[in-house]
Protein backbone atom coordinates (compact mmCIF):
# COMPACT_ATOMS: atom_id res chain seq x y z
CA UNK A 1 0.00 0.00 0.00
CA UNK A 2 1.72 3.34 -1.03
CA UNK A 3 1.86 6.03 2.08
CA UNK A 4 1.27 9.41 1.03
CA UNK A 5 3.93 11.85 1.29
CA UNK A 6 3.15 15.32 3.15
CA UNK A 7 3.15 17.32 -0.20
CA UNK A 8 0.12 14.68 -0.67
CA UNK A 9 -1.32 14.76 2.90
CA UNK A 10 -1.45 18.63 2.86
CA UNK A 11 -3.12 18.69 -0.82
CA UNK A 12 -5.45 16.33 0.36
CA UNK A 13 -6.13 18.33 3.58
CA UNK A 14 -6.38 22.12 1.94
CA UNK A 15 -9.17 20.17 -0.93
CA UNK A 16 -11.27 19.31 2.29
CA UNK A 17 -10.62 22.54 3.46
CA UNK A 18 -11.95 23.83 0.68
CA UNK A 19 -14.30 21.91 0.29
CA UNK A 20 -16.05 22.05 4.12
CA UNK A 21 -15.63 25.94 3.17
CA UNK A 22 -17.58 26.04 0.06
CA UNK A 23 -20.18 23.93 1.69
CA UNK A 24 -20.07 26.14 4.37
CA UNK A 25 -20.68 29.73 1.88
CA UNK A 26 -23.72 27.83 0.27
CA UNK A 27 -25.36 26.95 3.68
CA UNK A 28 -24.85 30.33 4.59
CA UNK A 29 -26.77 31.26 1.31
CA UNK A 30 -29.41 29.20 1.40
CA UNK A 31 -32.55 30.39 2.35
CA UNK A 32 -33.25 28.01 5.90
CA UNK A 33 -29.66 27.83 6.98
CA UNK A 34 -28.52 31.36 6.07
CA UNK A 35 -29.56 33.16 9.52
CA UNK A 36 -30.03 31.83 12.78
CA UNK A 37 -30.90 34.39 15.26
CA UNK A 38 -34.77 34.17 15.26
CA UNK A 39 -36.45 34.61 18.65
CA UNK A 40 -38.93 32.23 20.35
CA UNK A 41 -42.18 34.82 19.18
CA UNK A 42 -40.48 34.12 15.86
CA UNK A 43 -41.64 30.33 15.96
CA UNK A 44 -45.10 31.57 17.14
CA UNK A 45 -46.07 33.44 14.38
CA UNK A 46 -44.50 31.44 11.57
CA UNK A 47 -46.33 28.98 13.15
CA UNK A 48 -49.76 30.29 13.77
CA UNK A 49 -49.26 31.73 9.73
CA UNK A 50 -48.74 28.40 8.37
CA UNK A 51 -51.26 26.24 10.37
CA UNK A 52 -54.18 28.92 10.58
CA UNK A 53 -54.99 28.50 6.60
CA UNK A 54 -58.37 30.37 5.10
CA UNK A 55 -59.43 26.96 5.65
CA UNK A 56 -60.88 28.39 9.23
CA UNK A 57 -63.68 30.03 7.27
CA UNK A 58 -65.24 26.71 5.88
CA UNK A 59 -65.18 24.67 9.20
CA UNK A 60 -68.48 25.66 9.69
CA UNK A 61 -69.33 24.26 6.63
CA UNK A 62 -66.99 21.06 7.64
CA UNK A 63 -69.38 20.67 10.88
CA UNK A 64 -72.99 21.08 8.81
CA UNK A 65 -71.41 17.80 7.27
CA UNK A 66 -69.96 16.00 10.17
CA UNK A 67 -72.76 17.11 12.49
CA UNK A 68 -71.88 17.99 16.67
CA UNK A 69 -71.35 14.56 17.60
CA UNK A 70 -68.36 13.76 15.13
CA UNK A 71 -67.46 17.54 14.69
CA UNK A 72 -66.71 18.12 18.04
CA UNK A 73 -64.66 14.73 18.23
CA UNK A 74 -62.52 15.24 14.87
CA UNK A 75 -61.76 18.95 15.60
CA UNK A 76 -60.34 18.56 19.30
CA UNK A 77 -58.56 15.10 18.44
CA UNK A 78 -56.82 16.76 15.57
CA UNK A 79 -55.43 19.80 17.75
CA UNK A 80 -54.44 17.08 20.18
CA UNK A 81 -52.81 14.42 17.56
CA UNK A 82 -51.41 17.35 15.87
CA UNK A 83 -49.88 19.05 19.11
CA UNK A 84 -48.01 15.34 19.71
CA UNK A 85 -47.05 15.20 16.37
CA UNK A 86 -45.27 18.45 16.03
CA UNK A 87 -44.00 17.73 19.53
CA UNK A 88 -41.70 14.83 18.38
CA UNK A 89 -40.56 17.11 15.73
CA UNK A 90 -39.49 19.46 17.77
CA UNK A 91 -37.72 17.18 19.77
CA UNK A 92 -36.23 15.22 16.66
CA UNK A 93 -34.29 18.29 15.46
CA UNK A 94 -31.58 18.05 17.67
CA UNK A 95 -31.48 14.25 18.63
CA UNK A 96 -27.97 13.48 17.24
CA UNK A 97 -25.32 16.10 19.53
CA UNK A 98 -23.58 18.67 17.32
CA UNK A 99 -25.72 18.02 14.34
CA UNK A 100 -29.55 19.97 13.49
CA UNK A 101 -31.85 18.21 11.16
CA UNK A 102 -33.01 21.66 9.34
CA UNK A 103 -34.73 20.02 6.74
CA UNK A 104 -37.59 17.53 7.08
CA UNK A 105 -35.79 15.15 4.03
CA UNK A 106 -32.83 15.20 6.57
CA UNK A 107 -35.13 14.16 9.58
CA UNK A 108 -36.66 11.42 6.73
CA UNK A 109 -33.04 10.37 5.66
CA UNK A 110 -31.87 9.60 9.20
CA UNK A 111 -34.82 7.66 10.64
CA UNK A 112 -35.30 5.63 6.88
CA UNK A 113 -31.90 5.58 5.14
CA UNK A 114 -30.24 8.33 2.71
CA UNK A 115 -32.51 7.05 -0.40
CA UNK A 116 -35.62 6.06 0.93
CA UNK A 117 -35.70 8.85 3.25
CA UNK A 118 -35.62 11.45 0.37
CA UNK A 119 -38.17 9.18 -1.64
CA UNK A 120 -40.55 9.14 1.00
CA UNK A 121 -40.50 12.59 2.44
CA UNK A 122 -39.71 14.93 -0.32
CA UNK A 123 -42.89 14.05 -3.19
CA UNK A 124 -44.89 14.09 -0.26
CA UNK A 125 -43.46 17.74 1.20
CA UNK A 126 -43.30 19.42 -2.52
CA UNK A 127 -47.02 17.61 -3.29
CA UNK A 128 -48.14 19.86 0.24
CA UNK A 129 -45.97 23.06 0.00
CA UNK A 130 -46.48 23.58 -4.04
CA UNK A 131 -50.39 22.77 -3.45
CA UNK A 132 -50.60 25.13 -0.70
CA UNK A 133 -49.44 27.80 -2.51
CA UNK A 134 -51.53 27.11 -5.24
CA UNK A 135 -54.61 27.02 -3.30
CA UNK A 136 -53.43 30.65 -1.76
CA UNK A 137 -52.82 31.88 -5.23
CA UNK A 138 -56.77 30.82 -6.02
CA UNK A 139 -57.85 31.78 -2.08
CA UNK A 140 -56.21 35.55 -2.64
CA UNK A 141 -57.67 36.22 -6.01
CA UNK A 142 -61.04 35.15 -4.72
CA UNK A 143 -60.84 37.29 -2.02
CA UNK A 144 -59.66 40.20 -3.76
CA UNK A 145 -62.47 39.08 -6.54
CA UNK A 146 -64.99 39.13 -3.16
CA UNK A 147 -63.44 42.17 -2.13
CA UNK A 148 -63.91 44.54 -4.98
CA UNK A 149 -67.43 42.88 -5.25
CA UNK A 150 -68.90 44.05 -1.97
CA UNK A 151 -66.79 47.75 -1.69
CA UNK A 152 -68.44 48.47 -5.67
CA UNK A 153 -71.52 47.04 -6.16
CA UNK A 154 -72.64 48.25 -9.94
CA UNK A 155 -68.32 47.88 -11.70
CA UNK A 156 -68.06 46.20 -14.18
CA UNK A 157 -67.29 42.23 -13.26
CA UNK A 158 -64.15 41.67 -13.96
CA UNK A 159 -62.88 37.64 -14.29
CA UNK A 160 -61.33 36.14 -11.44
CA UNK A 161 -57.91 35.33 -13.80
CA UNK A 162 -56.86 38.89 -13.24
CA UNK A 163 -57.61 38.76 -9.64
CA UNK A 164 -54.86 35.80 -9.06
CA UNK A 165 -53.04 37.79 -11.59
CA UNK A 166 -52.90 41.01 -8.84
CA UNK A 167 -52.19 38.51 -6.17
CA UNK A 168 -49.50 37.10 -8.02
CA UNK A 169 -47.91 40.76 -8.55
CA UNK A 170 -47.30 40.68 -4.86
CA UNK A 171 -45.20 37.78 -4.46
CA UNK A 172 -42.69 38.60 -7.68
CA UNK A 173 -41.56 41.03 -5.07
CA UNK A 174 -41.71 39.52 -2.07
CA UNK A 175 -40.28 36.34 -3.25
CA UNK A 176 -36.99 37.79 -3.20
CA UNK A 177 -36.89 38.26 0.58
CA UNK A 178 -33.43 35.62 0.67
CA UNK A 179 -34.78 34.00 3.86
CA UNK A 180 -37.21 32.95 7.03
CA UNK A 181 -36.31 36.39 9.24
CA UNK A 182 -36.60 38.80 6.46
CA UNK A 183 -39.79 37.43 6.36
CA UNK A 184 -40.39 37.54 9.99
CA UNK A 185 -42.82 41.33 9.37
CA UNK A 186 -44.63 39.76 6.58
CA UNK A 187 -45.41 36.46 8.46
CA UNK A 188 -46.24 38.90 11.91
CA UNK A 189 -48.91 40.74 9.61
CA UNK A 190 -50.38 37.22 8.20
CA UNK A 191 -50.64 35.95 11.66
CA UNK A 192 -52.25 38.78 13.54
CA UNK A 193 -54.50 39.22 10.01
CA UNK A 194 -55.73 35.35 10.86
CA UNK A 195 -56.54 36.18 14.25
CA UNK A 196 -58.63 38.92 13.20
CA UNK A 197 -60.71 38.01 10.96
CA UNK A 198 -61.40 34.78 12.50
CA UNK A 199 -62.70 37.10 15.49
CA UNK A 200 -64.92 39.02 12.66
CA UNK A 201 -66.34 35.32 11.59
CA UNK A 202 -67.31 34.00 14.83
CA UNK A 203 -68.34 37.52 16.38
CA UNK A 204 -70.46 38.46 13.44
CA UNK A 205 -72.09 34.81 13.77
CA UNK A 206 -72.55 35.52 17.25
CA UNK A 207 -74.05 38.83 16.51
CA UNK A 208 -76.75 38.08 13.55
CA UNK A 209 -77.80 35.06 16.28
CA UNK A 210 -79.27 32.10 15.55
CA UNK A 211 -81.39 31.99 12.30
CA UNK A 212 -84.99 30.95 12.56
CA UNK A 213 -85.84 27.55 10.83
CA UNK A 214 -82.44 26.28 11.68
CA UNK A 215 -81.69 22.68 11.48
CA UNK A 216 -78.40 20.83 12.48
CA UNK A 217 -79.47 17.48 10.18
CA UNK A 218 -77.61 16.78 7.36
CA UNK A 219 -78.00 18.33 3.90
CA UNK A 220 -77.73 15.40 1.45
CA UNK A 221 -80.69 13.69 0.65
CA UNK A 222 -79.30 9.80 -0.12
CA UNK A 223 -77.29 8.22 2.24
CA UNK A 224 -74.19 7.96 -0.55
CA UNK A 225 -74.26 11.91 -0.26
CA UNK A 226 -74.16 12.08 3.23
CA UNK A 227 -71.45 9.56 3.56
CA UNK A 228 -69.37 11.19 0.80
CA UNK A 229 -69.55 14.64 2.97
CA UNK A 230 -68.87 13.20 5.83
CA UNK A 231 -65.28 11.89 4.24
CA UNK A 232 -64.95 15.26 2.46
CA UNK A 233 -65.48 17.25 5.51
CA UNK A 234 -63.33 14.86 7.71
CA UNK A 235 -60.31 15.48 5.99
CA UNK A 236 -60.96 19.72 5.64
CA UNK A 237 -61.00 19.81 9.39
CA UNK A 238 -57.56 17.38 9.44
CA UNK A 239 -55.74 19.86 7.20
CA UNK A 240 -56.64 22.97 8.98
CA UNK A 241 -53.79 21.61 11.17
CA UNK A 242 -51.30 21.07 8.71
CA UNK A 243 -48.40 23.36 9.77
CA UNK A 244 -45.62 20.39 10.37
CA UNK A 245 -44.15 20.66 6.81
CA UNK A 246 -42.54 23.58 7.92
CA UNK A 247 -41.59 23.15 11.33
CA UNK A 248 -38.06 21.86 11.11
CA UNK A 249 -37.27 25.05 8.85
CA UNK A 250 -38.64 27.00 10.67
CA UNK A 251 -36.54 26.13 14.11
CA UNK A 252 -33.80 26.06 11.70
CA UNK A 253 -33.74 29.65 11.89
CA UNK A 254 -33.52 29.29 16.15
CA UNK A 255 -30.16 29.38 17.52
CA UNK A 256 -28.82 26.97 19.48
CA UNK A 257 -25.78 26.03 22.18
CA UNK A 258 -25.52 22.30 24.18
CA UNK A 259 -26.66 24.81 27.01
CA UNK A 260 -29.64 26.28 25.46
CA UNK A 261 -30.78 23.65 22.64
CA UNK A 262 -33.10 25.34 20.33
CA UNK A 263 -35.87 22.71 21.04
CA UNK A 264 -36.80 25.74 24.47
CA UNK A 265 -37.37 28.56 22.59
CA UNK A 266 -38.90 26.52 19.98
CA UNK A 267 -41.57 24.11 22.50
CA UNK A 268 -42.85 28.10 23.28
CA UNK A 269 -43.58 29.19 20.41
CA UNK A 270 -45.34 26.33 19.60
CA UNK A 271 -47.46 26.55 22.36
CA UNK A 272 -48.25 29.93 21.88
CA UNK A 273 -49.44 29.39 18.17
CA UNK A 274 -51.62 26.36 18.93
CA UNK A 275 -53.59 28.44 21.79
CA UNK A 276 -53.97 31.25 19.01
CA UNK A 277 -55.19 28.47 16.37
CA UNK A 278 -57.85 26.86 19.05
CA UNK A 279 -58.83 30.61 19.39
CA UNK A 280 -59.23 30.59 16.00
CA UNK A 281 -60.96 27.60 14.80
CA UNK A 282 -63.04 26.53 18.00
CA UNK A 283 -64.94 29.46 18.20
CA UNK A 284 -65.89 29.56 14.36
CA UNK A 285 -66.57 26.38 13.91
CA UNK A 286 -68.90 25.97 16.41
CA UNK A 287 -70.67 29.03 16.98
CA UNK A 288 -71.07 29.43 12.50
CA UNK A 289 -72.72 26.06 13.11
CA UNK A 290 -74.48 26.86 15.90
CA UNK A 291 -75.97 30.32 14.28
CA UNK A 292 -76.57 28.69 10.87
CA UNK A 293 -76.91 25.45 11.21
CA UNK A 294 -76.48 23.47 7.97
CA UNK A 295 -77.90 26.30 5.47
CA UNK A 296 -74.33 27.46 6.17
CA UNK A 297 -72.45 28.28 2.69
CA UNK A 298 -68.87 27.14 2.59
CA UNK A 299 -67.44 30.09 3.22
CA UNK A 300 -69.10 31.34 6.51
CA UNK A 301 -68.14 35.28 5.04
CA UNK A 302 -70.75 34.41 2.38
CA UNK A 303 -73.58 33.53 4.90
CA UNK A 304 -73.01 36.81 6.70
CA UNK A 305 -73.43 39.20 3.39
CA UNK A 306 -74.50 42.10 5.80
CA UNK A 307 -72.55 44.62 7.24
CA UNK A 308 -71.02 45.49 3.68
CA UNK A 309 -67.79 47.14 5.24
CA UNK A 310 -67.22 43.95 7.86
CA UNK A 311 -67.25 41.91 4.95
CA UNK A 312 -64.78 43.69 3.05
CA UNK A 313 -62.45 44.15 6.08
CA UNK A 314 -62.33 40.25 6.34
CA UNK A 315 -62.00 39.65 3.02
CA UNK A 316 -59.30 42.25 2.99
CA UNK A 317 -57.72 40.58 6.35
CA UNK A 318 -57.86 37.14 4.43
CA UNK A 319 -55.91 38.59 1.06
CA UNK A 320 -53.03 40.13 4.17
CA UNK A 321 -52.53 36.70 5.89
CA UNK A 322 -52.76 33.98 2.11
CA UNK A 323 -49.67 36.70 1.33
CA UNK A 324 -47.81 36.18 4.44
CA UNK A 325 -48.75 31.81 4.17
CA UNK A 326 -47.84 31.86 0.55
CA UNK A 327 -44.21 32.90 1.65
CA UNK A 328 -44.37 30.50 4.77
CA UNK A 329 -44.95 27.56 2.48
CA UNK A 330 -42.78 28.72 -0.83
CA UNK A 331 -39.54 29.03 1.33
CA UNK A 332 -38.57 25.63 1.80
CA UNK A 333 -39.49 24.95 -1.45
CA UNK A 334 -37.06 27.62 -2.77
CA UNK A 335 -34.52 26.13 -0.13
CA UNK A 336 -34.94 22.79 -2.50
CA UNK A 337 -34.77 24.16 -6.01
CA UNK A 338 -31.69 26.56 -5.19
CA UNK A 339 -29.80 23.53 -3.00
CA UNK A 340 -30.25 21.10 -6.05
CA UNK A 341 -29.10 23.60 -8.59
CA UNK A 342 -26.05 24.89 -6.55
CA UNK A 343 -25.08 21.55 -4.82
CA UNK A 344 -26.06 19.16 -7.54
CA UNK A 345 -25.65 21.13 -10.92
CA UNK A 346 -22.86 22.96 -9.64
CA UNK A 347 -24.49 26.49 -10.23
CA UNK A 348 -22.85 29.94 -8.55
CA UNK A 349 -25.18 31.06 -5.71
CA UNK A 350 -25.74 34.41 -7.02
CA UNK A 351 -28.54 37.18 -7.27
CA UNK A 352 -29.27 36.47 -10.69
CA UNK A 353 -30.10 32.65 -10.11
CA UNK A 354 -32.28 33.79 -7.21
CA UNK A 355 -34.59 35.92 -9.13
CA UNK A 356 -34.41 33.55 -11.46
CA UNK A 357 -35.57 30.35 -9.98
CA UNK A 358 -38.09 32.21 -7.86
CA UNK A 359 -39.73 34.13 -10.27
CA UNK A 360 -40.33 31.14 -12.56
CA UNK A 361 -41.93 29.28 -9.10
CA UNK A 362 -44.56 31.54 -8.53
CA UNK A 363 -45.44 32.49 -12.27
CA UNK A 364 -46.02 28.22 -12.05
CA UNK A 365 -48.14 28.51 -9.55
CA UNK A 366 -49.87 31.26 -10.67
CA UNK A 367 -50.58 29.41 -14.04
CA UNK A 368 -51.86 26.48 -12.57
CA UNK A 369 -54.47 28.57 -10.21
CA UNK A 370 -55.96 30.24 -13.25
CA UNK A 371 -56.29 27.31 -14.99
CA UNK A 372 -57.99 25.20 -12.16
CA UNK A 373 -59.62 27.54 -9.79
CA UNK A 374 -61.27 24.79 -8.42
CA UNK A 375 -57.91 23.29 -6.99
CA UNK A 376 -58.92 23.24 -3.58
CA UNK A 377 -61.31 19.71 -4.64
CA UNK A 378 -58.10 18.95 -5.76
CA UNK A 379 -55.97 19.85 -2.53
CA UNK A 380 -58.74 17.76 -0.60
CA UNK A 381 -57.99 14.97 -3.15
CA UNK A 382 -53.83 15.16 -3.03
CA UNK A 383 -53.86 16.58 0.32
CA UNK A 384 -55.17 13.24 1.37
CA UNK A 385 -52.15 11.59 0.14
CA UNK A 386 -49.32 13.87 1.48
CA UNK A 387 -51.07 16.11 4.54
CA UNK A 388 -52.16 13.33 6.54
CA UNK A 389 -48.73 11.30 6.26
CA UNK A 390 -46.26 14.03 6.72
CA UNK A 391 -49.11 16.02 10.02
CA UNK A 392 -50.22 12.75 11.57
CA UNK A 393 -48.11 9.56 11.06
CA UNK A 394 -45.12 10.43 9.64
CA UNK A 395 -43.36 11.91 12.84
CA UNK A 396 -44.94 9.03 14.66
CA UNK A 397 -43.00 6.57 12.20
CA UNK A 398 -39.95 8.27 12.58
CA UNK A 399 -40.08 8.57 16.60
CA UNK A 400 -40.69 4.79 16.35
CA UNK A 401 -38.01 3.90 13.59
CA UNK A 402 -35.31 6.26 15.63
CA UNK A 403 -35.96 5.69 19.61
CA UNK A 404 -37.09 2.27 19.41
CA UNK A 405 -39.79 2.50 22.43
CA UNK A 406 -40.74 -0.25 24.52
CA UNK A 407 -43.08 -2.21 22.63
CA UNK A 408 -46.81 -1.94 24.38
CA UNK A 409 -45.58 0.69 26.74
CA UNK A 410 -47.43 4.25 26.42
CA UNK A 411 -45.32 6.00 23.95
CA UNK A 412 -45.29 2.89 21.75
CA UNK A 413 -49.25 2.94 21.84
CA UNK A 414 -49.14 6.53 21.58
CA UNK A 415 -47.23 6.38 18.03
CA UNK A 416 -49.46 3.42 16.94
CA UNK A 417 -53.01 4.62 17.87
CA UNK A 418 -51.74 8.27 15.79
CA UNK A 419 -50.35 5.91 12.84
CA UNK A 420 -53.69 4.16 12.52
CA UNK A 421 -55.98 7.45 12.57
CA UNK A 422 -53.72 9.26 10.67
CA UNK A 423 -54.24 6.17 7.72
CA UNK A 424 -57.42 5.89 8.14
CA UNK A 425 -57.65 9.71 7.62
CA UNK A 426 -55.27 9.18 3.97
CA UNK A 427 -57.79 6.73 3.04
CA UNK A 428 -61.29 8.10 3.66
CA UNK A 429 -60.72 12.33 2.74
CA UNK A 430 -59.76 11.78 -0.97
CA UNK A 431 -62.49 9.81 -1.68
CA UNK A 432 -65.00 12.49 -0.67
CA UNK A 433 -62.42 14.75 -2.23
CA UNK A 434 -62.39 13.19 -5.53
CA UNK A 435 -66.54 13.23 -5.49
CA UNK A 436 -66.17 17.47 -5.23
CA UNK A 437 -63.85 17.54 -8.16
CA UNK A 438 -65.83 15.31 -10.35
CA UNK A 439 -69.02 17.47 -9.40
CA UNK A 440 -67.48 20.63 -9.93
CA UNK A 441 -65.46 19.94 -13.09
CA UNK A 442 -68.58 18.62 -14.81
CA UNK A 443 -69.80 23.17 -15.11
CA UNK A 444 -66.03 23.86 -15.65
CA UNK A 445 -64.68 25.81 -18.69
CA UNK A 446 -60.92 26.59 -19.30
CA UNK A 447 -59.96 30.78 -18.53
CA UNK A 448 -63.96 31.76 -18.55
Avoid at 343 to 365: C, D, E, G, H, M
Wanted: with cysteine; glycine share 8%; net charge positive.
Amino acid sequence: MATQTPVENNYLKNASEEELQRQKAIDDWLPITSSRNAKWWYSAFHNVTAMVGAGVLSLPYAMSELGWGPGVTVLVLSWIITLYTLWQMVEMHEMVPGKRFDRYHELGQYAFGEKLGLYIVVPQQLVVEVGVNIVYMVTGGKSLQKFHNTVCDNCKKIKLTFFIMIFASVHFVLSHLPNFNSISGVSLAAAVMSLSYSTIAWAASAHKGVQEDVQYGYKAKSTAGTVFNFFSALGDVAFAYAGHNVVLEIQATIPSTPEKPSKGPMWKGVIVAYIVVALCYFPVALIGYWMFGNGVQDNILISLEKPKWLIAMANMFVVIHVIGSYQIYAMPVFDMIETVLVKKLNFNPSRVLRFIVRNLYVAFTMFVAITFPFFGGLLGFFGGFAFAPTTYFLPCIMWLAIYKPKRFGLSWWTNWICIVLGLMLMILSPIGGLRSIIIDAKSYHFYS
